[in-house]
C-alpha cells in the first residue's frame, strides 16, 4: 500500500480558514472512518488534532474540524492563528497504517 | 497522566541491529484499549509507522518492514521495545513511541506520544 497524498504545502493570513486534503483509496481512507490527523511543530512529537475522520480530542480548539468524502479526507483549520502554522500529517487504517507525506502549513 | 519515554543508542553501525524501549508511566500497558506502536521520521521527511504490539504479545508491522522488525513487550516493566536489525543509513530517523487506540481489533489512532529519539545509523 502506497503512502496517503497530501499537498506539501499550504497557507493562509491570520483569521482565514485553510482545507488540506489527504487522498488514498477505496481500500483505505474509502474503506475506514478511522481518519486522523496530527500536528507536529518543528522538533516536536506529533499531537493528535483528529479521530475518526471528525472527532476532537478534549484541548483540541474547535477551529480544527475534519470530514471525508470517498476516498479524500480533508482537515480545515478556521480563525488560522501563528500558533498553528506547523506540518500536518493525516493517516489511515488500512489493515495497516498509512501516513499521508505532510502539509507544511504556514500563517501568512 | 500518561507518558511514553524512548530509550536506546543514538548511534548504530551499519548492519547491526538497532534497539529501542518504550517506558509506559502512568498508566497500564496491559489494557485492552490500547495497541502501543513503533514510528519513525527520517531527517526532513515525513511519519513512517513502523508496527504495533498488544499487550498479548500479538504483532502488526508495516509489510516493508516485518523483515526486519520485532517488537516485544514486556509486562511486568510496562514497556515495550523496537528491534530493526541489518541497519542502513536509511534507517537513520527519530523513533517514537506512541498509544495506539483500538477498537475491535482496529488501530484507530495515535493520542499519546513519546518525545522521541534521534538513532543515527554510521560506522
Known amino acids: 500500500q502506497s503512502a496517503l497524498t497530501q499537498p506539501p504545502s499550504a497557507s493562509g493570513s491570520p483569521g482565514q480558514s485553510v482545507t488540506i486534503s489527504c487522498t488514498g483509496t477505496s481500500s483505505d481512507v474509502g474503506s475506514y472512518n478511522y481518519v486522523s490527523w496530527y500536528q507536529q511543530h518543528p522538533g516536536k512529537a506529533p499531537k493528535l488534532m483528529i479521530y475518526?475522520?471528525?472527532k476532537r480530542p478534549s484541548g483540541v480548539p474547535d477551529r480544527f474540524s475534519g470530514s471525508k468524502s470517498g476516498n479524500t479526507a480533508s482537515l480545515t483549520v478556521s480563525g488560522l492563528q501563528a500558533e498553528d502554522e506547523a506540518d500536518y500529517y493525516c493517516s489511515s487504517y488500512a489493515g495497516i497504517l498509512l501516513f499521508g507525506g505532510g502539509t507544511k502549513l504556514t500563517v501568512l | 497522566q500518561l507518558q511514553l519515554q524512548e530509550s536506546g543508542p543514538g548511534l548504530v553501525k551499519p548492519s547491526e541491529t538497532l534497539s529501542l524501549t518504550c517506558t509506559v508511566s502512568g498508566g497500564s500497558i496491559s489494557s485492552n484499549t490500547y495497541y502501543w506502536g513503533w514510528i519513525r521520521q527520517p531527517p526532513g521527511k515525513g511519519l513512517e509507522w513502523i508496527g504495533n504490539?498488544?499487550?498479548?504479545?500479538?504483532?502488526y508491522y508495516n509489510p516493508s518492514l516485518t523483515s526486519r522488525v520485532t517488537i516485544s513487550v514486556d509486562t511486568s516493566k510496562n514497556q515495550f521495545s523496537l528491534k530493526l536489525n541489518s541497519v542502513t543509513a536509511a534507517d537513520t530517523a527519530v523513533y517514537y513511541c506512541?498509544?495506539?487506540?483500538?477498537?475491535?481489533?482496529?488501530?484507530?489512532?495515535?493520542?499519546?506520544w513519546g518525545q522521541g529519539t534521534t538513532v543515527t545509523v554510521s560506522s
Open positions: 475518526e475522520v471528525s
Open positions: 504490539i498488544f499487550y498479548s504479545g500479538s504483532t
Open positions: 506512541a498509544r495506539v487506540t483500538r477498537f475491535f481489533g482496529v488501530a484507530r489512532s495515535m493520542d499519546v
